[in-house]
């Protein structure tokens, strides 16, 4: 692995140390994929990805967490193409497609006021599953108690490119005392026991803002939270249109995300019906660099 070039790049944040930490590695064509998962576990960040040529697409795109492949990664694409987009690439096209283990995905470049570039991403089509596991061993899992969980709002799997269990929680406070053991997942996740774990709630310290969120990984994984996180923010947008207001047609607001482990993160969140489709799921966020580094 000596010599490998990984690029640093933070997402959902302008500013070095906040937001989500990516690796990217570029022109990885042909490289077996026992090395990039070696390179990954290396990197340690909750994603690295991979950069390689499609047939199909713009570019191919593979995520690797230190443990295993991941189908798709939000604030990983973001970060990936906000380096691209800025150091010369696609330099004449506000929109690309980029192939993913989901499938080829279309993707936006946004200039925003100040000049900076955003990423407007697609995701998959959104699913979901009841959650048919015991909510007090659920709740116990990630510090809390059962009575800290929503009692109205329904807890569901759900996915829009990787899957993640979704947990409504009561009151905002709770989340500063979660304290996650992700080895537990496994025997209460029985349904999806590879999926991480994602609570979130309607109250929100930044006024703008529309959901908090905190986002525990897999036990799979090799890491233990992810700080902002693309792919559950996204998923929470067709949740809003089938469980908090399913009279809507369309939806947009902010999730704020990391603010307890000092990683300040916002997504964007676009949410749409479609006739005959399901619903629709973009999110939105720019990236920083911070440094490059070899492994």
């Known amino acids: 692995m000596s010599g490998i070039k990984v690029l640093h790049y933070e997402a959902f944040s302008r500013i070095p140390g906040?937001?989500?930490?990516?690796?990217?590695?570029?022109?990885?064509?042909?490289?077996?994929?026992?090395?990039?998962q070696r390179i990954a576990a290396a990197v340690g960040f909750n994603e690295t990805t991979f950069i390689q040529t499609s047939r199909t697409a713009d570019a191919r795109?593979?995520?690797f967490t230190p443990g295993h492949e991941m189908d798709l990664c939000g604030h990983a694409?973001?970060?990936?193409l906000y380096h691209l987009k800025t150091n010369g690439w696609f330099a004449d096209k506000d929109r690309i497609t980029v192939e993913?283990?989901?499938?080829?995905?279309?993707?936006e470049f946004?200039?925003?006021?100040?000049?900076a570039w955003s990423?407007?991403?697609?995701?998959?089509?959104?699913?979901?599953e009841p959650f048919g596991g015991d909510r007090a061993a659920l709740a116990r899992s990630i510090g809390l108690e059962e009575r800290d969980l929503h009692p109205d709002l329904p807890i569901v799997y759900g996915s829009t490119g990787i899957w993640t269990l979704l947990v409504p929680i009561r009151d905002k406070e709770a989340f500063t005392r979660m304290k996650p053991d992700n080895r537990r997942f496994p025997e209460i996740l029985t349904e999806r026991p590879r999926a991480s774990v994602h609570p979130f709630g309607l109250e929100t310290e930044d006024p703008e803002a529309f959901m908090h969120a905190r986002h525990f990984s897999s036990a799979f994984s090799g890491t233990v939270e992810d700080p902002v996180t693309g792919t559950a923010a996204g998923v929470k947008g067709a949740y809003a249109l089938t469980y908090l207001e399913p009279e809507r047609e369309s939806a947009s607001f902010l999730v704020e995300q990391g603010l307890e482990i000092g990683?300040?993160?916002r997504v964007k969140v676009e949410v749409r019906r479609l006739k005959d489709e399901g619903i629709e799921v973009r999110i939105t966020g720019s990236a920083v660099f911070v440094k490059e580094f070899t492994v």
């Open 18 to 36: 906040k937001g989500n930490p990516a690796g990217i590695v570029e022109d990885a064509d042909g490289m077996p994929d026992a090395e990039m």
């Open 110 to 115: 946004l200039r925003e006021p100040d000049g």
């Open 61 to 63: 795109l593979r995520y």
């Open 77 to 80: 694409t973001v970060a990936t």
């Open 119 to 128: 990423i407007r991403m697609m995701q998959d089509r959104p699913k979901f």
């Open 100 to 107: 993913t283990r989901v499938g080829d995905l279309p993707m």
């Open 263 to 265: 990683r300040d993160g």
